[in-house]
């Protein structure tokens, strides 16, 4: 089994490999348990490698040179995670075109060349809706993104249907909920205050809540993105109809209960780093986003979100905190 | 005003024109009511061209340099309608993409040269709804298009809002119902049969019906359907909120209903010349249609469907058959 991460040097990438590593196996086109042989890690800086299954390529994935040098050696599953975030792309138009539509193009109509359609598990986001929404958001809602983030997703989204009804992939849009906590530093995806508002505080620093308390959010774990990712990879076809589109499970919950979590988990003294100051261009697109699924379709493809948002935050210092053995 | 009209020499494109020409305004993206100076009829194919207004190119819209060419003098408002039809876009997969999207998302970006933002009215298709649908299929139903060419018309409908939502056009999406009665020759739309089973009956000729006679359409006739483009066209900005998507009113009928309708309206004779053989390539694609919708927001911006099929056949006859004076 040949499996290629695009995104790959970074935090979900990393953390995908890792399972995938740990785990050993993939189940295949045809529905077969397969050892994994190798990994191909694709990202704009070179991830970093520490198993001989590992194979690393650097460059941009928008570049067809480099859509061919990824794929070069065959492929059997393909884990399309490369992005330009919300923020970047609302504030960059034309390289969140490039990168988020073009790139993701040029990779599907590449794999028409690979000896056997491969799996092709795309991230898509919780961006594609907008507009007025029922609570909670069910798998039949209309897609009306308010963001040039949210419109590329939708557009992949189509562009891995049609290339599955074609039979040139396997394809499966995993539209995620926002990860939280994640680790390293803050990005550019207005999402971003999602983790820093628990990251820092958490590491002894102040950080800037730009929405309002009463601001829901739609979260999910990344030991829970890894799982979802990997039940999304390893659904059968036949668990399909209409849609390759799934609603992946999270929890719903207003900004002030991810601070009260804080507060029981690690202390006033951590909560209290967390300032409030609005940022009118984050919150209005945060605002945009749906804030509750029931995910009726992820959950029947084995998909899960978290208990609750304390568990989240003891995730993370478990994780990324602790000192390793 | 300076009107440009894509599939300008098409069936549509040409009946767009002449009503232009003979209402002689339009209202452009500032609200404002303004006489039509020129309208561009650009087409793979030169236009016929009877009026001083009217200015023709010829060439491949997915060529940039034709597009340059049409929007070289400007433009005001932009009548999207050039696309591979449905069956021809299921059966060439390259040129559907490159025609139906590339050539689309050139024209959007080169609209961002222009001196302003001109009003761009793209004619989508119900083909972009599939899967389970009820009955009526309402404003927010999920788009799960089951063909390459509703995949192709559902990402031109992000593409149009997405270049609204960041000022670069005042688009509108309109979802047309399958038209009928077209004049002319059978294309390779699947849905060419719905206007030949009556137009060449009526023509004295045999049509083959290749759908089963309980086989519900989604339907509109000529005549409405430059009404309701040119509704679209006027409709002012603030009459659209969170979608620029439309679906057109149209009225919901079963085959046999047509061909019923054809005999009240022109005899037993003409009736009997519809031969039923089932091909089950364009009865797939037509199944996953939808075949009703409530159409609220499209009835609110003024847009209305036939009172019923026998009037749709009239109009053909008055329209296409009778002797002009």
């Known amino acids: 089994m040949r499996i290629v991460i695009t995104g790959g040097a970074g935090f979900l990438g990393r953390k995908l490999a890792a399972a995938l590593l740990a785990r050993g196996t993939l189940t295949d086109a045809r529905g077969t348990a397969r050892t994994i042989e190798r990994i191909t890690l694709a990202d704009v800086v070179a991830a970093p490698a520490d198993d001989p299954r590992v194979h690393v390529v650097a460059g941009d994935l928008a570049d067809p040179a480099l859509v061919d040098a990824i794929l070069a050696g065959g492929a059997d599953s393909i884990f399309h995670l490369a992005a330009v975030v919300s923020g970047e792309a609302e504030a960059n138009f034309d390289l969140g075109w490039r990168v988020n539509v073009d790139a993701t193009r040029s990779l599907l109509e590449r ?76 990005n550019k995806a207005a999402s ?51 849609t390759r589109s799934v609603n992946v499970p999270g929890i719903s919950i207003p900004v002030e209960g991810m601070i009260d979590a804080l507060r029981r988990v690690a202390g006033d003294a951590v909560a209290d780093r967390v300032v409030w100051r609005h940022d009118p261009v984050i919150d209005r697109i945060v605002r945009t986003w749906p804030v509750n699924f029931d995910a009726a379709f992820g959950r029947s493809l084995g998909m899960a979100g978290d208990a609750d948002f304390d568990s989240i935050i003891r995730q993370y210092i478990d994780d990324e905190l602790r000192p390793r053995a």
């Open 111 to 186: 794999c028409r060349t690979l000896a056997a359609p491969p799996k092709f598990v795309f991230t898509s986001s919780c961006a594609v809706f907008g507009g007025p929404l029922p609570d909670p958001v069910r798998d039949d809602q209309a897609l009306w993104p308010q963001s040039s983030y949210g419109n590329q997703k939708a557009i992949c989204e189509f562009l891995v249907f049609d290339h599955t009804r074609k039979g040139f992939v396997d394809g499966r849009s995993l539209r995620l909920p926002t990860i939280s906590v994640r680790p390293g530093k803050p």
């Open 192 to 242: 971003s205050f999602a983790s820093g508002i628990l990251r820092e505080p958490l590491n002894g620093v102040e950080a800037i809540c730009p929405v309002n308390r009463d601001t829901r959010m739609w979260l999910l774990s990344p030991r829970a993105v890894i799982g979802n990712l990997i039940a999304g990879h390893e659904a059968p076809a036949a668990a399909f109809a209409h």
